[in-house]
């Protein structure tokens, strides 16, 4: 039998970082030494570059005018919040650092750096990988799939955890789906002290939802066919006395 995860278990970090601006809905600005929070305020083109509208009398608007073209003077920072309450919501930070250029009724922000970082560490995208990479397929509809999964499927994040290592269960107090992405589903384990994340790769890609449904209805067939992990069976044990 080949191997069924030749391909790429978990998104590059252009791909990542390409999800975090797709996804989000917020936007801090530091400029000219001052910083401003923009909700719902910027767009994102096929490139990756960041169209943002601001407010006419925007201190932003006016130190964009001012400020010598080509030369960095803005760091915009998007925050990747998990949408299922966990301890440690904040998956990823991406920092995009460069200039903006006014356009008709926006900002354009041409980007001279471009930093990814987290929990496992900060990384520096590479700018064609940026401009080139696509967001994942599933980065819009992400929350409302792990809403859903961990407040009308309880049963199936417990049945998931029989994919677990039992090591990685030691002393768990709660699961919950804290991530999904066309690669994989990840799962927050939290202990009294301390969290911890596993990931549980798909068989294949999944490019829509559609096939997310799938690879979902695979990995639980999985773990119904898997023994309870014995971590696990402590823990109700000891819950139930």
């Given at each position: ?13 252009a ?15 530091t ?122 499927h ?9 994919l ?9 107090v ?23 994340d ?11 939802v ?31 006395g």
């Amino acid at each position: 039998m080949g191997d069924s995860h030749s391909w790429a278990a978990a998104p590059a970090a252009a791909e990542r970082a390409r999800t975090v601006l797709a996804a989000s809905w917020s936007c801090a600005v530091t400029a000219d030494g001052g910083r401003e929070e923009f909700v719902g305020a910027h767009t994102v083109d096929e490139d990756g570059r960041v169209h943002l509208h601001v407010p006419e009398d925007s201190a932003l608007l006016t130190a964009a005018i001012c400020a010598p073209r080509g030369e960095p003077s803005a760091v915009l920072e998007f925050a990747d919040v998990a949408p299922v309450p966990v301890r440690g919501r904040i998956r990823a930070r991406l920092w995009l650092a460069g200039w903006f250029v006014p356009g008709d009724d926006h900002l354009v922000f041409h980007a001279t750096r471009v930093v990814l970082n987290q929990p496992s560490g900060a990384v520096v995208v590479d700018l064609d990988e940026f401009a080139a990479a696509a967001p994942d397929p599933l980065a819009t509809a992400e929350a409302q799939l792990l809403t859903h999964l961990a407040d009308a499927h309880p049963d199936a994040v417990e049945r998931l955890t029989r994919l677990v290592q039992s090591d990685s269960l030691h002393g768990a107090v709660r699961v919950q789906p804290l991530a999904v992405d066309r690669h994989g589903l990840t799962l927050r384990i939290e202990r009294a002290r301390s969290h911890g994340d596993v990931r549980l790769p798909f068989h294949a890609p999944a490019d829509d939802v559609g096939q997310l449904t799938e690879r979902m209805h695979v990995l639980l067939s999985q773990a119904s066919a898997a023994s309870c992990p014995r971590a696990l069976q402590r823990q109700r044990t000891d819950g139930d006395g």
